[in-house]
């Protein structure tokens, strides 16, 4: 590569980004790939703490627009402390999450205009895109039953289902808007055809870059 490739995982609760991204890895990795993997909000000391108070603050209340500027600083310190760097390595950075999802969770569910989001995105981000994003979809109610069955929900997790059908409509929307970039993979299915349908994009996308 003559340079890196920056991947991101995303979707709704219960989409089963977890699994699907240690699949990938382990995809690029046979590819002969060496993977920088990491998550947001988190990768760094900041952005772990920032995640801290973002999902497991329960009882701290806060404007959607605390939440949102919350995320972008923890961004900040992950693009240059950990995915600049690694990009400038010839790696592919795998990420579950980015910046489609302060679209969806604070533009979508929590209403913050989408061109305020642009504005900050801009700002923090320059010029950096994914070069690939795989959106997990799966309807509210199947997701939510899932994620049910894990351990104690977090702060994002409490929301109700309007909540998230505004959040999964805005993934679509943005999917249907760039979709070179987003590629919408049905996580409804069982996890064979999951993966599957991700290995088809990787070798689309990934396998000559």
């Known amino acids: 590569m ?5 991947i991101t995982l995303e979707g709704g609760e219960g989409a089963g980004k977890s699994t ?3 699949f990938v890895q382990q995809w690029l990795q046979r590819a002969g790939r060496e993977v920088q993997v990491t998550r947001e909000p988190g990768g760094t000391e900041l952005g772990e703490r920032v995640r801290e108070i973002l999902l497991h603050r329960r009882d ?14 923890a961004r900040a310190e992950h693009i240059v402390k950990i995915i600049a760097p690694a990009l400038a390595a010839d790696k592919v ?3 579950d999450r980015f910046t489609d ?9 929590r209403g913050i205009p989408p061109d305020r989001i642009a504005v900050i995105e ?3 981000q320059g010029d950096l895109r994914p070069d690939l994003t795989l959106l997990l979809d799966v309807p509210v109610a199947a997701g939510r039953q899932r994620a049910g069955q894990r351990s104690e929900p977090d702060r994002f997790e409490r929301e109700n289902n309007e909540f998230f059908m505004r ?3 805005t993934y679509l929307a943005r999917a249907a808007s760039e979709p070179g970039r987003v590629r919408v993979i049905d996580a409804s ?10 290995a088809m994009v990787l070798e689309e996308v990934v396998r000559d870059r």
């Not at 003559?2 to 920056?6: A, I, N, Q, T």
């Not at 701290?60 to 600083?73: I, K, R």
């Not at 302060?102 to 533009?107: F, L, P, S």
């Open 122 to 124: 801009d700002w923090v």
């Open 20 to 22: 699907n991204l240690a």
């Open 93 to 95: 950075v795998l990420c």
């Open 101 to 109: 999802a302060t679209y969806a969770y604070q533009g979508g569910g």
């Open 189 to 198: 299915q069982g996890l064979e055809k999951v993966q599957r349908q991700i």
């Open 60 to 73: 701290l209340q806060m404007s959607p627009e605390s939440e949102m500027l919350l995320m972008f600083a």
């Open 167 to 169: 959040v999964r409509a």
């Open 2 to 6: 003559s340079k890196g490739l920056f």
